[in-house]
Every structure is written in C-alpha cells, then in structure tokens.
C-alpha cells in the first residue's frame, strides 16, 4: 500500500484562525500527513482569535498524540525546507486563512518566504493550491490578484459559510468552510451536513 502524500498547510495573517485550527485539527483526525508552515503574522492571527500562543499549546489544542503522528512544522523563514521543493510530493496545498498580501505574493511569484515558495512549487507542478480568503470589502486590487491565481490553476475558496443547514454555533459554521476545503483535497470526513435538496 503506497503512503499517503502528505497535505501542505500554510497559515497567515487573515484573520479566521478558528478555521485553520479546526483544518489542521480535523486533518490530524483524519491521519493524513500534514506539513504545517505558520507565518510570523499567522502565530500573531492564533494568538489573538484562538488563544494559541505558540507550538506547543497548538500541539496541545490538536492533541499531543495525534499531532506528533501526523503533523511535521516547518519554519516560513527556511525557502530551503521539503515544501520549497517540487521533488519532494505532496498531496496539494492549502493556505487558510489566506492575507491579501500573501494572495498578492503568489499571484505574482515573489516567494519571499516558505508558504509563498510552497505555494509557487504547487503551481508550478500541477498540484491542487487552495486559498482561503476572507477580507471584506475586496477592492479591485484584490480581484484582479486572485483572477491571476485562478488562471494559474489555484482555487479561491473563500471563508464564506452558508446559512441553508440553519447553523446553532460558530463551530458549524466553520465547520461549513472546513468540509468544504476537505472536499477539495478528497478527504473523507464527517463534520457538516451535506445538501439533501427537497427530501425531508
């Protein structure tokens, strides 16, 4: 049986850290291998929306075991690291939540950093890219930003949670955008309810 390929996580600055949590958290679940790159202003974005300070409380929020077994972090700083290398394979990338200036970065191939390196690595080789934006108001700059990365081949997925399974919580309705960037990478999954049309 062939080894699962592992999935690319990159957090950044946006805000909607419950979702990257919940990702990554999930993802552990799940078992799938996850390379985990948190930018400077991502830590800062963990801190502030979920109380996360550092490594080690995320470990703890994901759990220790489940962490260790599933999920390697790489330093945004290190362009040098597994992620920045189109030879070294992986399942696809997912940038959640994802800044302006990091849609920016890709949209035009800076990578001045890992997440953007790995996500220039993801374009370049053909492998699903997924953005997770959720600024608001988008001005025009923005727009034509994340046109340029979708005709590059990403998919912008933004933090847009629906309202038709009548959510009670917050958590369901990041769940919502969470089940929908697992449907993406074809991860199996039980959060969220799934359309039924009109059957009662």
């Given at each position: 049986m062939t080894a699962r390929l592992p999935v690319v996580l990159a957090i950044t600055g946006a805000s909607g850290a419950p979702y990257a949590v919940r990702?990554?958290?999930v993802?552990?679940?799940?078992?799938?291998?996850?390379?985990?790159?948190?930018?400077?202003?991502g830590w800062r974005l963990l801190q502030t929306e979920s109380g996360i300070e550092n490594l080690e409380a995320l470990?703890?929020?994901?759990?220790?075991?489940?962490f260790d077994a599933h999920v390697r972090v790489f330093d945004d700083g290190d362009r040098g690291a597994l992620p920045a290398s189109g030879s070294a394979r992986s399942a696809g990338m997912v940038v959640c939540p994802c800044s302006m200036g990091t849609v920016s970065a890709i949209a035009h191939g800076t990578s001045r950093s890992l997440v953007e390196r790995a996500a220039d690595v993801a374009l370049k080789e053909r492998r699903k890219l997924l953005l997770v934006p959720r600024e608001t108001p988008l001005?025009?700059?923005?727009l034509e930003n994340m046109a340029a990365v979708t005709r590059a081949g990403a998919i912008v997925l933004p933090a847009a949670p629906g309202f038709y399974h009548q959510p009670q919580s917050i958590a369901e309705l990041?769940?919502?955008?969470?089940?929908?960037i697992l449907d993406q990478l074809d991860v199996d999954h039980r959060i969220?309810?799934?359309?039924?049309?009109?059957?009662?």
């Open positions: 990702l990554l958290e993802l552990a679940q799940e078992g799938v291998p996850t390379w985990l790159i948190v930018s400077s202003h470990r703890v929020w994901v759990g220790p075991e489940r001005s025009l700059v923005h990041v769940d919502f955008v969470v089940a929908r969220g309810k799934r359309w039924g049309g009109d059957e009662p």
